[in-house]
């Protein structure tokens, strides 16, 4: 993240944003369609994306059925080495992710503040943030919005994710692949396109693209409850130094804590 940057030095060594969208799913009615029926109307599967600050996806898992909840989801793909789920880092360098509340916040995934008002649309007009919880949610909200702007590019660009023809799941799957491959062919080789100049501004707030789902405690793979729950402890105290850092600000230089990695 440049020094230029607003976010900068707050979340300085953030590496992108996570979270789950839903895309249109055709499936024949019956029992077979019940999964897929979640929180939409119609039909969908729930897909999780990564991307990075320049509005590329780097890693896009598809096909989960519509009800699956998203730290389902990211667990799952997390837990499995045959995923490629690009981990924020291979030695701790303090590297994360920015995630919404539907998932935990734990090591190389930093959460906002439960119990506060945290989404863009939750500060409408003169409704700024108040506390200092409100502050970082805000900011982060902010930052974090950059992934929902991506799901607004993709399917503004390609009409068939919202409503996809009766294909097999296996061909849906694919098509959601190739859309985010598209739109990162796009990205980088064609910066000047309209619907990235459309989707650039941060705190745009994109329809249909909502909170997930608040989720339970969600613990590391391959390791103990005890072991999780330290890994927790550290991410939340790494939060509240951005926090504190953030509402000393005007008074006193900022100075970011760093998490250690628990070896």
């Known amino acids: 993240m440049s020094r230029r940057d607003k976010y900068y030095p707050w979340f300085k060594d953030c590496v992108g944003a996570i979270d789950g969208t839903h895309i249109s799913a055709s499936v024949p009615s019956g029992a077979a369609q019940i999964p897929y029926r ?25 096909g989960w059925e519509g009800t699956a909840n998203d730290a389902r989801i990211f667990m799952e793909a997390v837990s499995d080495p ?17 995630v919404d509340s539907g998932y935990s916040n734990m090591l190389g995934y930093l959460a906002p503040y439960r119990g506060q008002r945290y989404h863009l649309n939750d500060y409408p ?20 919005n950059i992934i929902e702007r991506c799901f607004g590019v993709l399917k503004a660009r390609f009409p068939i994710l919202k ?21 990162n062919f796009i990205r980088r080789h064609a910066m000047e396109d309209d619907l990235f100049l ?47 850092g953030m509402s000393r600000a005007a008074q006193d230089p900022p100075t970011i804590p760093i998490p250690t990695r628990t070896r």
Not at 38 to 62: I, S
Not at 128 to 140: D, G, Q
Not at 205 to 211: D, S, Y
């Open 38 to 62: 979640g929180r939409k109307t119609l039909p969908t599967q729930n897909v999780m994306c990564v991307c990075d600050f320049d509005m590329c996806f780097t890693y896009v898992l598809a």
């Open 82 to 98: 045959q995923s490629k789920f690009p981990h924020p880092h291979t030695d701790w360098e303090g590297k994360y992710y920015v």
């Open 125 to 144: 007009g003169t409704r700024l943030p108040l506390s200092a919880r409100e502050k970082f949610n805000h900011s982060h909200s902010s930052l974090r």
């Open 163 to 183: 409503m996809m023809p009766s294909y097999s799941l296996r061909k849906q799957r694919n098509i959601v692949m190739a859309s985010c491959a598209i739109h």
């Open 198 to 244: 459309e989707y650039g501004i941060d705190d745009m707030i994109v329809p249909g693209e909502g909170p997930s789902d608040p989720s339970e405690t969600t613990t590391y793979a391959n390791l103990s409850a005890s072991e999780s729950q330290k890994r927790r402890h550290e991410m939340d105290s790494y939060r509240d130094g951005i926090q504190t």
